[in-house]
């Protein structure tokens, strides 16, 4: 064979090779273009081999996020719905997308980790050989594959796989705390309208009231006095009204900062009531629930996973791997009996001597595994602790809530009705009849911050357990 032929035989492998990487690299770049519609939900959860542990299953092929979102308008409902604002924070959010193109990524690790090294193909030739007359043109194919120790392999598919349901469980812990993060501006919102609202009712009944009390000042039944304290309630209303409405206006606009819109941008009002508490928790379950559905445990979970992957790695170290290899040789000239010596096959295998550098390794897969087990175990302990916090802070809303409906509110309002009547006979003061006017409606505002505090804290309860409490938690008693 002539040098020419031989340099022909290599452009044309070449070409063949190239082609085909570029057509691979292009349909893997077409596959990663195709958007999908939504966030993924809650993984589902399985036990491990390691105690309290609880990791995800991961399919790899599932998309996460499109990459490019148009923004929906609001629902129709003449209100602001919770549930809409929650959804469309997390389409908006970039931080999210930012998590789920950080999964994309470490779940396309696992086909890497598992495949084999690319065969290496070399071609060698003795110039001077073509075209001389004493011997024939020499040269030299070969191609090699490299084939590692049994388990290694698998060893790393199970260290990527692993590595790529923390990222998908980091995600998901991500999006609870947005949603709390959405539910608290929320309800501050909502709690900012009411404040108006109650404002603006206790300015109407003042101004009922300053009336009265200029009439009876008209009729020499009562002193100027009573008209100047109705005009100093009127005044310390009208402050309240100025201090709600900038916090109306940040509530607004930090909802509006959640969906990536102009701070100023209209909102639909918030809904005219909120949900009643429901009943006691049993925190014991609650702890149970956490435990088998926090993301963040089952993403330090697969952390523990990822690492055990390393140290059975770093073991496997110590056996070689064989790389195999073909070769046709002309080198070996046709004389006698050479020629047979041309088809060549063998194997080298690299040979693990230095048991210093091994060993490191294996203790270095090893502390960083007693590493991430401990900080799982630390991560139980505080998530306990959380849901046990949430628990008490909700059941003291809760109580909260109700003691304002069924004592407070009740008794200001016969109060106030008393003063009123009181006041028109002559029998209680102005004064005392605004004291009762400003008490009922200060009741009334806790009322409704109680409320609002205790669904802020059902939303901290709801991230501390992992997940929706009316589907994964037993029932109230």
Not at 342 to 362: E, F, H, K, M, S
Request: aromatic content about 6%.
């Amino acid at each position: 064979m002539s040098l020419f032929r031989l340099l022909q035989l290599c452009a044309l492998l070449a070409i063949v090779v190239g082609c085909k990487s570029i057509a691979a690299r292009r349909a893997a770049v077409e596959q990663a273009a195709v958007p999908s519609p939504a966030l993924p939900t809650t993984a589902a959860v399985h036990g491990c081999d390691q105690p309290a542990c609880v990791i995800g299953k991961v399919s790899y092929e599932q998309e996460v996020l499109p990459s490019s979102v148009s923004p929906s308008s609001a629902p129709d409902q003449g209100e602001l719905s919770l549930p809409w604002l929650m959804q469309e924070v997390q389409t908006r959010n970039p931080s999210l997308q930012a998590m789920a193109a950080a999964w994309q990524a470490a779940a396309a690790r696992y086909p890497q980790a598992i495949s084999l090294e690319d065969p290496m193909f070399m071609a060698m030739a003795a110039p001077a050989s073509f075209g001389s007359n004493e011997v024939e043109s020499a040269y030299a194919l070969q191609l090699n594959q490299k084939f590692p120790w049994f388990g290694k392999r698998a060893a790393r598919g199970q260290q990527a796989s692993a590595e790529a349901n923390a990222a998908l469980h980091d995600l998901e812990d991500s999006r609870l705390q947005l949603n709390q993060i959405v539910q608290t501006a929320f309800y501050d919102y909502y709690l900012a309208r009411r404040g108006l609202e109650l404002n603006r009712e206790s300015i109407a009944v003042m101004e009922r009231f300053r009336s009265a009390a200029q009439a009876k000042y008209r009729a020499n039944q009562v002193t100027q006095q009573d008209e100047l304290q109705a005009a100093v309630e009127l005044a310390e209303l009208e402050r309240q009204n100025v201090e709600l409405e900038r916090m109306d206006k940040v509530a607004a606009a930090r909802i509006n900062t959640l969906l990536r819109v102009s701070p100023f941008a209209s909102l639909p009002p918030p809904p005219a009531q909120l949900d009643t508490p429901i009943g006691q928790f049993d925190s014991p379950a609650l702890i149970s629930t956490a435990e088998a559905q926090r993301p963040d445990l089952a993403a330090l979970a697969a952390k523990v996973r990822a690492e055990e992957a390393a140290v059975t790695l770093a073991c496997k170290e110590y056996y070689p791997d064989v790389d195999v290899f073909g070769r046709y040789d002309t080198f070996w000239q046709p004389a006698d009996t050479q020629s047979d010596l041309r088809p060549q096959v063998g194997a080298t295998i690299n040979v693990p001597i230095y048991q210093a550098r091994l060993n490191a390794a294996v203790r270095e897969a090893v502390a960083r595994l007693n590493k991430q087990r401990a900080e799982y175990d630390q991560r139980v302990v505080d998530v306990n602790y959380e849901v046990a916090n949430a628990a008490a802070l909700v059941e003291e809303s809760r109580r909260t809530v109700a003691i304002y409906s069924d004592k407070l509110i009740p008794a200001a309002q016969q109060n106030i009705a008393a003063a009123s009547a009181n006041y028109d006979v002559g029998k209680v003061s102005f004064l005392e009849l605004a004291t009762a006017q400003r008490q009922s409606i200060e009741l009334r505002r806790k009322q409704e911050e109680s409320l609002a505090n205790y669904h802020v804290r059902m939303a901290e309860l709801t991230r501390a357990i992992g997940g929706s409490l009316s589907q994964n938690t037993p029932s109230a008693r």
